[in-house]
């Protein structure tokens, strides 16, 4: 085996071996890292519904700078949203409505990014989401 072969099969071991070593984990509910997620999802949906949101987590996984998150806005008082009131209604009354948005996120200098965001599909583009950013697929899992 000649040395440049050897050093790259070993370069590429150290980060197959790193990537693995990274462990998923759901950030409990009041922990910081579990907020500064949420806050960045906030903005696309409270901008989407045109009210105040919080979230009902369905899904929360994080692995290294990779997060992605499957979230259920409700009220702040608890209450559920109600679609027809919102540019949802009529998707709502088709039944091709799904109250559920599905995001992607990595962790850079400056904090949590949102690079796909998904709400009120009754499909998911996850799969697709982590193939073209390259993040981990046990984020789906």
Known sequence: MTKPLFVTICCLAAITAH???QRAHTPAAG???RKAIM???RVP???DLR???V???QHLRVIGS???ARVVPIRPDGRDIDYTRTKYREELEEGAFDGEGEALLRKGDSGWRLLEWRFGASDTEVPLWLEKHGAPPALNR
Do not use: N
């Open 19 to 21: 990537a693995h070593a």
């Open 51 to 53: 009210q105040k949101v």
């Open 39 to 41: 806050d960045v999802l």
């Open 66 to 68: 990779w997060a992605l």
């Open 31 to 33: 922990t910081p890292e």
């Open 45 to 47: 949906m409270e901008a």
């Open 55 to 57: 979230f009902r987590v």
